[in-house]
């Protein structure tokens, strides 16, 4: 079953806008993780964040965890053309496996 | 991090045969694992392939249709057998040196006649 279920499903913006994804799970968690799909490619890693934090930083990267609401956040800022892409995120409970979410497609018009 | 690499990167297959993907690392991971993306679907797991030993899979998921090999601690092949239309997806394999970060391979996009 799904454990990650991410919102919006489609997001489309402006250049240099920021975008926000947000993700909900169900269970507890080890770390929770944001990939990067482009057209159809592999995933790109692109952060990780563990149950014990709060905030992390990568770039332009701001993703959030909030355990309480088993809720994550992921913060794209000045947003690009090449962000375009499809952005999951990913559990990993104990046992290593990552469940993925179903994805939001981000359009970022130029 | 590491480097993976799929072979092929597409095919297209007659219904009924069988296809063999194979999943290279640049570097001994401790965890490899295959999954498979439906068109416009997330990725499910399909299996944990173990070095040495028969792969794990997943619920719904059987090694008689999914035959896993990892012969050392760089490569891993998936086979998808008797193939039907349904099986037409992207193929993803991923490895890592953690079990907290897999490195995803760009994926074998396979299509069934």
């Known amino acids: 079953s799904q454990q990650g279920e991410e919102d919006p499903q489609a997001l489309s913006i402006q250049e240099g806008e920021n975008a926000t994804m947000n993700c909900s799970y169900k269970?507890?968690?080890?770390?929770l993780q944001w990939y990067r799909q482009n057209s159809g490619r592999g995933l790109v890693h692109l952060i990780l964040?563990?149950?014990?934090?709060r905030e992390k930083h990568s770039g332009r990267l701001r993703v959030t965890l909030d355990t309480s609401k088993k809720s994550s956040s992921l913060l794209i800022t000045a947003s690009r053309a090449a962000d375009t892409a499809s952005y999951f995120c990913?559990?990993?409970?104990?046992?290593?496996?990552?469940?993925f979410g179903k994805g939001i497609t981000l359009s970022v018009r130029p | 991090s590491a480097v993976i690499s799929q072979k092929p990167s597409r095919d297209i297959c007659q219904r009924g045969t069988s296809l063999t993907i194979q999943c290279q690392v640049d570097?001994?991971?401790?965890?490899m694992f295959w999954y498979r993306q439906q068109p416009g679907q997330s990725l499910t797991l399909i299996a944990t392939?173990?070095?040495?030993?028969?792969?794990?899979?997943e619920s719904g998921f059987v090694i008689d249709k999914f035959p896993i090999s990892r012969p050392n601690l760089t490569f891993s092949t998936l086979t998808v057998s008797n193939m039907s239309p349904e099986d037409s997806s992207i193929y993803l394999c991923?490895?890592?040196?953690?079990?907290?970060?897999?490195?995803f391979g760009p994926g074998t996009r396979l299509t069934v006649l």
């Open positions: 990913a559990t990993a409970g104990a046992n290593s496996k990552l469940t």
């Open positions: 570097s001994q991971v401790t965890m």
């Open positions: 392939a173990n070095q040495g030993s028969e792969a794990t899979y």
């Open positions: 269970t507890s968690i080890n770390n």
């Open positions: 964040i563990r149950s014990n934090e």
């Open positions: 991923s490895g890592g040196h953690t079990k907290d970060e897999q490195f």
